[in-house]
């Protein structure tokens, strides 16, 4: 039995999606990619992977106010 994870379908259906030209994109296409992204987002959080992208994430945002001083 084939099971495919949720997190990386996700991805995969958001490369799709971006990879439209922005012209051809309706104000529902922006707003469902939003959501899937938000989706994959609330996915990956809880993970290991989402863990060390928050901890990048965290120490570039304190690099940038302590250059900003």
Do not use: C, H, Y
Not at 25 to 34: A, G, I, Q, Y
Not at 36 to 62: D, K
Request: glycine share 8%; proline share 3%; charged share 15%.
């Amino acid at each position: 039995m084939l099971t495919i994870n949720v997190a990386v379908l996700l991805a995969v259906i958001v490369i799709w999606r971006l990879r439209r030209r922005t012209e051809a994109r309706s104000r529902f296409d922006e707003k469902l990619t939003v959501v899937i992204v938000l989706a994959l987002g609330v996915l990956i959080a809880p993970t290991p992977a989402g863990q060390g992208i928050l901890n990048i994430l965290g120490q570039l945002a304190s690099g940038v106010t302590q250059a900003s001083r």
